[in-house]
């Protein structure tokens, strides 16, 4: 602006080039502030609040199985389903340790996906790496 304002009182022309650069300044600033952050995991925005509560829910499951486990018996079939049991609700068996078969098998949803925003937009399922998707179920 400095500059502008010298060469204008020496009678030059305007320079052209410093108030296009500026303009573009201001604009790209404007541009930089109304931008969403990016949605880097693509999961739709109604669905997470669904994950965040069948996440809960599983664990739930789990820590329950756990202190279940912990009372011994000798009956085979219960050992065995209880292990299974495990096994199925433990997301620390994931890659980032935070997705469990029963993210997308849930029992009570017929070991099928239990978020119906995922089922209703997406289809498939988004796996320990959240920007991966599973085939569709
Ligand atoms: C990210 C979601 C996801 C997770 C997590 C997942 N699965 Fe699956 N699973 C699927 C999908 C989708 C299919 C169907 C694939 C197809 O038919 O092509 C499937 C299919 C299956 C099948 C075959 C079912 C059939 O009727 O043919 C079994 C068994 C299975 N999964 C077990 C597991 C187990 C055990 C785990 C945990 C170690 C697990 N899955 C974790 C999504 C998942």
Redesign the pocket.
């Known amino acids: 602006m400095y500059r502008i304002s010298r060469r204008r009182k020496r009678g030059g022309r305007p320079n052209v080039k410093s108030l296009w650069l500026a303009c573009m300044a201001v604009l790209m600033l404007v541009a930089a502030a109304m931008d969403s952050p990016p949605d880097r995991d693509r999961i739709p925005t109604a669905a997470r609040e669904e994950i965040k509560a069948v996440e809960l829910e599983i664990d739930r499951i789990e820590d329950e199985t756990l202190n279940r486990a912990q009372s011994s018996t000798l009956d085979r079939f219960q050992q065995i389903t209880r292990l299974g049991k495990l096994?199925?609700h433990d997301r620390e068996?994931?890659v980032n340790r935070n997705?469990?078969?029963s993210?997308?098998?849930m029992p009570e949803t017929g070991f099928t996906g239990p978020v119906s925003a995922l089922n209703q937009t997406t289809s498939?399922?988004?796996?320990?790496v959240r920007t991966r998707?599973?085939?569709?179920?």
Do not use: N
């Open positions: 096994i199925f068996l994931s997705e469990s078969c993210f997308c098998h498939a399922y988004p796996g320990s998707f599973s085939g569709r179920s």
